[in-house]
């Protein structure tokens, strides 16, 4: 089995044994009632997660591989990012809109060397770590809707390109 779909269908649980499916490609949970996940860290060919719209407060443990490119996590309750960030290096979207972060950790975000979109809208989010400006490999940095009081409307207005040149301007 490369690809489980299971959105929609009202899940309050996945079994803990959905780690031991190694060849799993493709993960979808999305539109469920899931509150946790088990732990990830063991699908090494894992290379997409779709965990929107549940009510997911901790946030899951991804899998440490280099196949790893996309997490959605859009439309759940989480308040931090999901752990092992730093040991997928390939991945290119994090979605995270919606949700209750409040802060970043910002080497998790750092070592996301390939990462090109990147979606923090609506959370309560009070601004963005300066070094992610140095991140340019980022083409599309979503950060509406956060009760930010330096990231001003007309910046965000303006584009990724402009947030991440103000970004670098405020490095010390």
Not at 122 to 146: H, K, Q, W
């Amino acid at each position: 089995l490369q690809r489980l779909c299971v959105a929609g269908n009202g899940l309050r649980g996945v079994p803990g044994s959905l780690s031991r499916m190694r060849g799993l490609r493709e993960l979808e949970l999305s539109k469920n009632a899931l509150t946790s996940l088990p732990s990830l860290a063991n699908m090494a060919s894992l290379t997409r997660l779709d965990c929107r719209e549940n009510q997911l407060s901790d946030p899951p443990h991804l899998p440490a591989t280099p196949a790893l490119f996309e997490v959605l996590l859009g439309f759940n309750r989480l308040t931090s990012l999901p752990l092992g960030l730093q040991a997928t290096p390939k991945l290119s979207v994090l979605e995270l809109a919606d949700n209750k972060l409040a802060s970043l950790n910002e080497p998790d975000l750092l070592c996301l060397r390939e990462l090109r979109r990147l979606d923090l809208r609506n959370n309560d989010l009070r601004d963005l770590p300066s070094r992610l400006g140095n991140m340019t490999c980022i083409v599309a940095l979503n950060f509406e809707g956060n009760p930010s009081k330096t990231l001003r409307r007309g910046l965000l207005e303006k584009g990724t390109r402009e947030i991440l040149s103000y970004l670098r301007s405020r490095i010390q």
